[in-house]
């Protein structure tokens, strides 16, 4: 199984200021097709998780622009550029290059 | 609108047996793969299984292999996860998730205790 290794796993965040969240799964998520299958969500508290960035740096439908994603081969990154209240939950990057899809353990943020 | 509304889950006893279904509208449900995910309490998100949009493919993570059946019925737009053999570890909530369009159902929280 492919391990994704999130650091950190908590970020306490002054509101307004940037936090970034780091994935590094245990092999590359590069596919033969080209892309790369590396996903990040945020799951509110109480909600289920719902999309952020596909395939490493592409926004989903809706998100804002203060989300961003970067990376290649087994270190990615995703940086909010202003956190706001709203912006408070769990943080989880996934890969579906392979089965069993797996996630990262989570990164929890909350505002200071 | 679209929504995707799990149903089913509840308090099992070890060894025993339940089967949740999640019903779909709002989109043409028979077009999309379809996959079952699980978040133990506190804990993260495991993928559990998902099944192709006719139904023809199936895969399972290693934990529930043999003891868990993902199905779908197209003309009821809906999904299902039959859990058999049940353990304490099977404990979590279950979201329905359709990934091609981030869809996510609400979840069912099944709890294994005796």
């Known amino acids: 199984d492919v391990v994704m290794t999130q650091s950190p796993l908590s970020l306490s965040v002054t509101p307004g200021q940037p936090a970034s969240i780091s994935c590094k799964p245990s092999q590359s998520l590069l596919h033969s097709d080209g892309k790369t299958y590396l996903y990040w969500f945020l799951q509110k508290p109480g909600q289920p998780p719902h999309l952020l960035i596909y395939?490493?740096?592409n926004r989903f439908s809706g998100v804002p622009d203060k989300f961003s994603g970067s990376g290649s081969g087994t270190d990615f990154t995703l940086k909010i550029s202003r956190v706001e209240a709203e912006d408070v939950g769990v943080y989880f990057c996934?890969?579906?290059?392979?089965?069993?899809?797996?996630f990262g353990q989570g990164t929890e943020v909350e505002i200071k | 609108e679209v929504q995707l509304v799990e149903s089913g889950g509840g308090l099992v006893q070890p060894g025993g047996s339940l089967r949740l279904s999640c019903a779909a509208s709002g989109f043409t449900f028979s077009n999309y793969w379809m996959h079952w995910v699980r978040q133990a309490p506190g804990k993260g998100l495991v993928w559990v299984s998902r099944i192709k949009s006719d139904g023809s493919s199936t895969s399972y993570a290693d934990s529930v292999k043999g003891r868990f059946t993902i199905s779908r019925d197209n003309a009821k737009s809906t999904l299902y996860l039959q859990m058999n053999s049940l353990r304490a570890e099977d404990t979590a909530v279950y979201y329905c998730?359709?990934?091609?369009?981030?869809?996510w159902g609400q979840g069912t929280l099944v709890t294994v205790s005796s």
């Open positions: 395939e490493v740096s």
């Open positions: 996934m890969q579906s290059i392979q089965l069993p899809w797996t």
């Open positions: 998730y359709g990934p091609e369009l981030d869809y």
